[in-house]
């Protein structure tokens, strides 16, 4: 079983365009998370929900909106897709914020 | 801003040497430290983690380093294998309470046969 499971793995669309990522978790983890990954490896985190509560929104734009139906889903929706989103996106969980995190392997966004 | 560790650089390391990774870290608040490993095409993976009250950690083949006075972590890794091509993280906690992680910006490891 996959711990934290994203989909789908590659995404390939037209600017413009409004896409989603869904990440699930069965490990029973509180915080779920979401990760940028440019093309030169550093990774940036975006948001963070814990038990369905948002607790970290770092600055990002308003067209990317996070959604957690519950605790063990946690979705990306982006709007009106750029050229510079293009990135991977990263999920994560983790029990506590004291811990490390286990993460997904990642969406692959590229945006024509 | 918050900064943690260096432009990615490349670490070519022949197979069966130990291998070094360094990370500067500059948030001296920070009380928790970990190690990931990205490999080609999947998300990273927990390594080491190191809490700010230790200065050294061992796992298996890896050790972890935390020098808190010029805010310095290392991941030594012993008799480097094939299996150990990645990129390393290294991570701290924000400690303002905020679940986040700062990363680094990555090490590349490349074992050479």
């Known amino acids: 079983d996959t711990a934290v499971s994203q989909t789908p793995k590659y995404l390939v669309t037209q600017m413009g365009n409004d896409k989603s990522i869904k990440c699930e978790q069965n490990l029973g983890h509180d915080t779920m998370y979401w990760y940028k990954q440019d093309s030169k490896k550093f990774l940036k985190i975006m948001f963070s929900y814990n038990n369905k509560e948002l607790i970290i929104n770092e600055t990002v734009p308003n067209r990317f909106s996070p959604k957690s139906p519950d605790k063990a889903h946690l979705n990306l929706h982006i709007n009106s897709l750029e050229l510079g989103d293009s990135a991977v996106y990263f999920c994560a969980s983790s029990p506590r914020s004291e811990y490390g995190y286990t993460f997904g392997s990642g969406t692959r966004l590229t945006v024509v | 801003g918050e900064s943690v560790g260096l432009h990615l650089p490349t670490l070519s390391v022949q197979e069966g040497d130990n291998s070094i990774i360094n990370c500067a870290y500059s948030?001296?608040?920070?009380?928790?430290f970990i190690w990931y490993k990205q490999e080609s095409g999947k998300g990273p993976q927990f390594i080491i983690d190191?809490?700010?009250?230790?200065d050294k950690r061992q796992g298996q083949r890896v050790t972890v380093l935390l020098n808190k006075t010029v805010k310095h972590l290392s991941l030594q890794i012993a008799a480097t294998q094939p299996g150990d091509s990645a990129v390393y993280f290294c991570a701290e906690n924000n400690p303002t309470g905020t679940y986040k992680y700062i990363f680094g910006t990555g090490t590349r490891l490349k074992v050479l046969a």
């Open positions: 948030n001296s608040a920070s009380d928790y």
């Open positions: 190191i809490r700010s009250n230790m």
